[in-house]
């Protein structure tokens, strides 16, 4: 069993972001205007952006301790820019060790959560996704970052299109997102190499199983509504066998075959 993952854990801000939330007090607006045309840009030292080295210290701080390992994944997750999935005043957390608010009472899940789901499917470059859960987007970047193609259904319109702006402008013409409810699958692109829920389900549901291939990977936290552990399942026989949990905490996945509310 590894470690204990919370996934709404708080982190200290960095200094620098102290000045800019002290500054962002007294001038709310100038000071964000600030900090987002300054982050986003380059530096002088040798062209590197701080956002890209707030991902590599993400990388090197929060995922590799913990035991991310899978190449692939580490260097995903250095290269998306994850700060651009979510709302404008909590960016500057972007790179923070806890899930953050999108909106409509949604989160962007924590850094190590995204790796450790990311690496427990196994990716190799050629496998069809299916994401339940597209919330910002971030996750469905990364794994079209690692896969050939990548669908992924939001119950919520408004998060749904969000990212999809967010996804096109990035061009990730590789993933396509779907609304509706992602309890049900996606019948008509079955069967799926691999299938990832992000939103905690009272149980996998059947109907998953079998949109899902044979040897095909399903990653999903599963429990209570208010703590889970994260199960990896592979398919075989037609049936899914249990090979990792680890404890979780999500938002409720809501559907005919999830929570009902
Ligand atoms: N993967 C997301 C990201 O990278 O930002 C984070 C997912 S967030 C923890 C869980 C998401 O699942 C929420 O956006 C929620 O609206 C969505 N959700 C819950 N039930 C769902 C369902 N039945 N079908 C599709 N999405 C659902």
């Given amino acids: 069993m590894a ?16 000045l800019f939330l002290k ?20 530096d002088m030292d040798n062209g590197a952006s701080d956002y890209q080295r707030m991902r590599d210290a993400m990388v090197d701080n929060q995922l590799i301790p913990r035991g991310i390992k899978d190449p692939r994944v580490l260097d995903a997750m250095r290269r998306v820019p994850r700060h651009l999935f979510m709302p404008e005043p909590v960016r500057y957390s972007a790179y923070d060790d806890i899930a953050l608010p999108i909106g409509e009472g949604q ?25 339940i859960g597209t ?13 050939r193609e990548v669908y992924t259904i939001e119950r919520l319109p ?15 013409d590789n993933v396509t997102v779907i609304t509706g409810d992602g309890t049900k699958g996606l019948e008509e692109r ?29 990653v999903a936290p599963v429990g209570e509504r208010y703590s889970q552990v994260l199960i990896k399942g592979r398919k075989s026989g037609g049936v899914l ?12 996945l809501i559907g005919e075959y999830g929570w009902r509310s």
């Fill in 107 to 131: 989160t962007i899940s924590q850094p190590y959560m995204v790796a450790i789901m990311t690496e427990l499917l196994e990716l190799k470059g050629e496998e069809t996704i299916l994401e």
């Fill in 3 to 18: 470690e204990k993952v919370f996934a709404n854990c708080h982190s200290p801000p960095s200094l620098r972001k102290d």
């Fill in 135 to 147: 919330g910002s987007g971030y996750q469905a970047a990364i794994l079209g970052e690692l896969a």
């Fill in 241 to 252: 066998v249990e090979e990792f949990s680890t404890p979780c905490v999500f938002v409720p």
């Fill in 158 to 172: 408004h998060l749904a299109a969000e990212a999809v702006s967010r996804l096109a402008e990035l061009g990730y």
């Fill in 190 to 218: 079955a069967p799926f190499d691999r299938i990832l829920i992000t939103a905690a389900a009272p149980e996998i549901p059947e109907i998953l199983v079998r949109q899902l291939k044979e040897n095909g990977i399903i």
């Fill in 23 to 42: 500054q962002s007090l007294l001038f709310p607006r100038e000071s964000l205007m600030y900090y987002n045309k300054n982050m986003d840009g380059r």
